[in-house]
Nanobody, 121 residues
Framework: QVQLVESGGGLVQAGGSLRLSCAAS????????MGWFRQAPGKEREFVAG????????LYADSVKGRFTISRDNAKITAYLQMNSLKPEDTAAYYC??????WGAGMNDYWGQGTQVTVSS
């Protein structure tokens, strides 16, 4: 069982930056792929970024490539999402996910409760 707790969301102006953190419980964290998803009001949840258990492989949605960076620190049992050059369309609830076999859009084993990111224009 893995429990995930996100933090770092907030209100930021367009062009600004935020770093989200996902603190995980469990000694097997390093064996899980990790990822971030987001859901805006009235829209479906969408994949943002994913990282393999070792951190050697990453995936990004086209909409965030070049602006967002996913990383992980297995010693700290934490995953991160550095978000730069934020746009109003990035406004959403951001969710951390963990999966035993995947780190892309199909991740579905464990979810955090979400953290809100609001980007003002």
């Amino acid at each position: 069982q893995v429990q995930l707790v996100e933090s770092g969301g907030g209100l930021v102006q367009a062009g600004g930056s935020l770093r989200l953190s996902c603190a995980a419980s469990g000694r097997t964290f390093s064996r899980y792929g990790m990822g971030w998803f987001r859901q805006a009001p009235g829209k479906e949840r969408e994949f943002v970024a994913g990282i393999s258990w070792s951190g050697s492989s990453t995936l990004y949605a086209d909409s965030v490539k070049g602006r967002f960076t996913i990383s992980r620190d297995n010693a700290k049992i934490t995953a991160y999402l550095q978000m730069n050059s934020l746009k109003p369309e990035d406004t959403a609830a951001y969710y951390c996910a963990a999966d035993r076999t995947r780190w892309g859009a199909g991740m579905n084993d464990y979810w955090g409760q979400g953290t809100q990111v609001t980007v003002s224009s």
